[in-house]
């Protein structure tokens, strides 16, 4: 079973790609988050829950800036799928590595599972681990996907996502 108590992130394999998934701890503050997501490359972040409940915000608002350290986070534009996946496509950079490019770097949101308790519907799990993965095979470049979720229950939303995941890749092999 896995556990939230665990302090560092976890590396965890799909079905086809060795530590596809980096799962954060819910007790993450979105600076480090923001370092685990930059530092291991990644090209995508999954939010299993609304965005509006971090505290402090771990995406900055429209046309604004969030620094974290040395990262700063750059909104760049949101889209919405189905009233339950919103995209935001924000750019990275790391103040102390000025020789390093700007990175894109899109988050997924996965508001519908707001509540700590309630599990949104197979439909909408599927849907959206359909929609990540098909965004993660045509632009995260072999990266890791760091996942995240607050109200404690981080490592357990994640498992779910990942097992839908490793389902739709058993499924097409």
């Known amino acids: ?22 799962v954060t701890p819910s007790c993450l503050q979105p600076g480090d988050i923001w370092m685990a997501a930059v530092g291991c490359d990644s090209r ?33 534009s949101s889209q919405t799928s189905h009233q339950q996946h919103v995209t935001h ?46 965004w993660w095979i045509l632009y995260g470049q072999g990266k890791p996907l760091v996942l995240h979720s607050s109200y404690g229950a981080s490592r357990r939303r994640a498992a779910l996502f990942i097992s839908v995941w490793n389902l739709l890749e058993r499924l097409e092999h």
């Open 44 to 76: 995508g972040l999954l939010i299993l829950h609304g965005a509006s409940a971090c505290t402090p915000p771990l995406l900055p608002s429209p046309h604004s800036i969030l620094s974290f350290g040395s990262y700063r986070i750059q909104f760049r």
């Open 89 to 134: 496509t924000l750019l990275a950079t790391v103040s102390s590595q000025p020789e390093t490019k700007p990175r894109h770097v899109t988050v997924h949101e996965f508001p519908a599972w707001r509540s700590s308790a309630a599990l949104p519907s197979v439909s909408k799990m599927v849907t959206l681990a359909m929609e990540v993965r098909q």
């Open 1 to 22: 079973m896995l556990q939230d108590s665990i302090e560092l992130p976890l590396r965890i394999n799909s079905f086809l790609q060795r530590d596809l998934f980096l």
